[in-house]
């Protein structure tokens, strides 16, 4: 079965400091991988996806297919990079043509000044 | 251009009773989905309409949920009854398209069973 794993429930470093947010996920097919992003008091937002192959707010994430992971990265953290991130797997529904998000548990990201 | 908005925003039950909770997707899109996350845990998808026909409930707990998008547009997520274990935060999403396409979340439902 697919599942996607943030080993990582916090993780805090200081202003400016390289950020790796890390992510694993399993699945049988050809992965579509997204970042989503909550900040205090915001709801859930794309930060960035494994299709489009670019960086916001300094972000980046490359897959590795050989590793099954989509490891997010920043070489410099900033304070308002606080917040909540999310991987994301797409998968198609086998049978209801319907594409759904699979979610990590998420990694709360702190970063101390 | 107005976001996905969910309402309410807190709701505080008891077991047994029944609530709705409701989402009004951004306008134009099509597809519509419910996810929640219960304490501790991911967010899990829960059903996916497009339009106002469900074309994927495979995630929906148990028949003591009940979405619907009549007309679809706005779409409702009915509990009845409410059990302790339902409790977590219920989003909703919607997208203009189905896959590799942005879903866009509302700010989610926080439903506490007591």
């Known amino acids: 079965a697919q599942r996607v794993t943030q080993p990582e429930k916090l993780l805090s470093v200081f202003k400016g400091a390289p950020v790796e947010l890390k992510c694993n996920y399993s699945y049988s097919g050809s992965p579509e991988l997204f970042w989503y992003v909550q900040y205090s008091r915001q709801r859930l937002q794309l930060l960035l996806r494994h299709i489009s192959r670019e960086s916001i707010k300094g972000f980046t994430a490359d897959l590795n297919k050989g590793e099954t992971s989509f490891h997010l990265k920043k070489p410099f953290a900033q304070e308002e990079d606080s917040a909540m991130y999310y991987c994301?797997?797409?998968?198609?529904?086998?049978?209801?043509?319907?594409?759904?998000?699979?979610f990590g548990k998420g990694t709360k990201l702190s970063v101390i000044p | 251009e107005a976001g996905v908005t969910q309402f309410p925003s807190h709701s505080v039950i008891e077991k047994g009773q029944t609530v709705t909770l409701r989402c009004d997707p951004i306008?134009?899109?099509?597809?519509l989905y419910w996810y929640r996350r219960v304490m501790g845990k991911e967010i899990k998808f829960l059903l996916h309409?497009?339009?106002?026909?469900?074309?994927?409930e495979s995630g929906m707990p148990n028949n003591r949920f009940l979405a619907e998008r009549t007309g679809g547009t706005y779409s409702t997520l009915k509990v009845q009854p409410a059990e302790l274990e339902d409790s977590g935060v219920y989003f909703c999403?919607?997208?203009?398209?189905?896959?590799?396409?942005?879903?866009?979340f509302g700010p989610g439902t926080r439903l506490t069973v007591l």
């Open positions: 309409f497009v339009k106002e026909s469900k074309q994927d």
């Open positions: 994301a797997l797409e998968l198609l529904a086998s049978g209801a043509g319907s594409y759904q998000l699979t």
């Open positions: 306008s134009g899109h099509d597809n």
């Open positions: 999403a919607s997208s203009q398209s189905s896959s590799y396409n942005e879903q866009f």
